[in-house]
Structures are given as C-alpha cells and as structure tokens.
C-alpha cells in the first residue's frame, strides 16, 4: 500500500498540471490558425483575454502590410489576442489589385470580393475596418452587420468610411442604415490635393485630455486630407473631433500649410444605437495610410482608440510601447501596382518578422 505522503504527493501533481492545463486553455487564441488569415497570440499587458479583429481590404493604402505590424503590437506589447482578415482573390491570394468597379461593357466579367474569416466577428470584443469599396456576398456582408448591430465597438481606418459598394442589408425601423454616416461621415472628395499634400495632425485644444490622445504627440503622414461634409457645414452633431488635418505643400514632414486648404475633421469619436438600442462606442480616423501608420504618434492614436472603444481607457498609458515588433517597410500608396510592387500573395507573406 502506498503511503499517504506518496497519494498526497500524486494528487498535488495532477492538481498543478490541471491548473496548468486551464491557465494554458484559457490564453488560447480564439481563432484557429488557418493559410487564410493570420492570428496573434496576446501576450502580457493590459488586454489579456480580449480579441481584436482587423480586416484589410483596400486596393490603394497598403493596409495588407500596416495592419499586421499593428495586430504584432497589440498583441506584443498590450495583451491583445489579434486576427488580421484579408481580401483575397479566387486563388485565395490577398490582392489589393482586385478592380473595385466593372468595366463598361464586362460587367458579366465582373469578379466578386471575398473576406474569408468574417464568422470570427462573433468572437470579436472590437473590430478595426480597412475596407473600400468591396463588393461582397450576401452571407459575408451577413456576419459584418451581426457585428455592427451586436453593441460591440467599431474603429475605422482611412478608407473605411466607403468601405462597401452599394448598402450593407442592415435596417433600423425599416430605414437603411448608411455605413458610411454610422462612422460618422462617408468621404466626399479628396480634400488636400491627392498624392501630393501630406497631412499634420492637429489635436483639437479643448480635448487634450481625452484618453484617445494619451501621450499622443506629432502626428503627420504623406495621405491627404479627406472630406467628408460640405464646404460651410460641420462633423454631425453626434460627433466629437479629436484632430483636425491640416493639408501640407508635399509630401515631406516639415512642409508648409497649403493657404488654400483649412484644416477639416480627420479623428472623431461618436456613439452608435443598435436596432435593439444596445450603445457602441465608434472612432473613425481618415489617416491611417501604410505610410501614415510610420507616425508612432498616430499609432498610439490608435491603439488609445482601441482601448477607450472597449471602456479601457482607465488602463490607457502614455508610454506603452507602439515599437514595431518587426520589419515594416510599407509600399507607397497608389494604384500603379506593377511599378510600385503590390502583388498578390498568401496571409503569410504579410507576417511581421520578428526582430528577436
């Protein structure tokens, strides 16, 4: 018979490893791994336990490089477990080539967008959107609006604010809703001149202390300024901007204020009711180029946005780290892709490499 030194030491074995084993189980990342999309797992920090979401899927701003580098540091640095979805083409390549409209004549030729992953958007706490003009199929667009209706929050990235072609089939008492005013403005026009002018970013004096603009400082990047109401009118009521863009001459930092172009509205926050009057909390910011994202000021912008849309402002610092976790160097933007090098390829060409 064994001694009961012996069965007690068995059983605080068995009672260590089963710990262990629900410590393990419960760091798991949410998402499997998959060739389709590229998850990260969360480390220490802040946001250990919550998943973000990020979809990429625009043809011009390179967010099929920015947006990983940004999952790598919101799961490095802050705790967040992260999945990148991408557009990707019929060989299941991400391809930002994709053409967003038809040509006259071909549009029997005409070739749908496809976002592999979205069901994941149930296990979403926040998703971020880099989406343009994508032209989906019904049961994708399906699990974008469960999403958007769910109360979760919602942040959306440069071109997001168009980020579909034609209306999402999402009603409230019976009217359509407008994605691109639930973010609170679709784009209008190009404000400052268009892959000419760059953007400084100017934080709006009475909301310094806001905790998006936590140690946020020196905001610049080589897009231009969208606009997204019309000359003489304002942000809708509902919404609060948190910087306004004022276009540059050139594309280099430093450059002076073009005289010609006022400063408009490039980050704001809002609420947003759901069908059923559930609160979600949105931040739209219309900087967010692959080059913008260079800016660790507007990185830490946006990783703020992140935290504040889910109600952890309380847990927002200014000096966490918004260091890349890996080689970024972003393509130019553009549509040029031959000369400028966008090709498609697989999710995992889009890892960031570790620097360790």
């Known amino acids: 018979m064994k ?27 949410p998402v499997a791994e998959s060739p389709q999309w590229l998850t990260f797992e969360g480390g220490e920090g802040p946001g250990k336990g919550k998943h973000i979401v990020l979809i990429t899927a625009d043809q011009e701003y390179r967010s099929e490089q920015s947006f990983p580098m940004m999952a790598g540091i919101l799961a490095k640095y802050h705790g967040f477990h992260c999945t990148v979805l991408f557009g990707v083409n019929e060989e299941g390549l991400v391809d930002p080539t994709m053409p967003v409209f038809p040509k006259k004549g071909e549009e029997d030729k005409f070739k749908s967008h496809s976002i592999p992953g979205l069901e994941h958007l149930a296990k979403a706490d926040l998703v971020i959107f880099k989406t343009r003009l994508l032209t989906l199929p019904e049961d994708q667009k399906k699990h974008i609006v469960n999403y958007i209706d769910s109360g979760k929050p919602i942040v959306g990235i440069r071109t997001a604010n168009h980020g579909f072609r034609g209306p999402l089939p999402y009603k409230i008492d019976g009217k359509q809703v407008n994605w691109g005013k639930l973010l609170g403005g679709a784009f209008m026009n190009h404000h400052g001149n268009w892959h000419r002018d760059s953007t400084r970013g100017d934080i709006v004096e009475a909301m310094k202390d806001h905790p998006i603009l936590t140690g946020v400082k020196d905001i610049w990047g080589p897009s231009d300024v969208y606009r997204t109401y019309k000359e003489g009118e304002s942000l809708p009521e509902d919404c609060t901007a948190l910087v306004f863009g004022q276009p540059l001459i050139g594309r280099e930092k430093g450059g002076l204020s073009n005289p010609k172009k006022i400063p408009l509205p490039v980050v704001w926050f809002k609420n947003w009711k759901t069908s059923d009057g559930k609160t979600a909390r949105v931040v739209q910011s219309t900087m967010g180029s692959g080059k913008d ?64």
């Open 293 to 356: 994202l260079e800016s660790p000021g507007l990185r830490r912008l946006i990783i703020n946005a992140a935290y504040w849309s889910m109600g952890m402002e309380k847990q927002i610092s200014p000096t966490s780290s918004v260091d890349y976790t890996g080689e970024y160097k972003p393509l130019v933007s553009g549509f040029n892709y031959e000369k400028l090098g966008v090709i498609p390829q697989m999710p995992s060409a889009y890892r960031p490499q570790s620097k360790e």
């Open 3 to 29: 001694s009961p030194r012996y069965l007690f030491s068995i059983l605080l074995t068995l009672s260590v490893s089963l710990t262990s084993m629900i410590i393990i189980q419960a760091s798991t990342h």
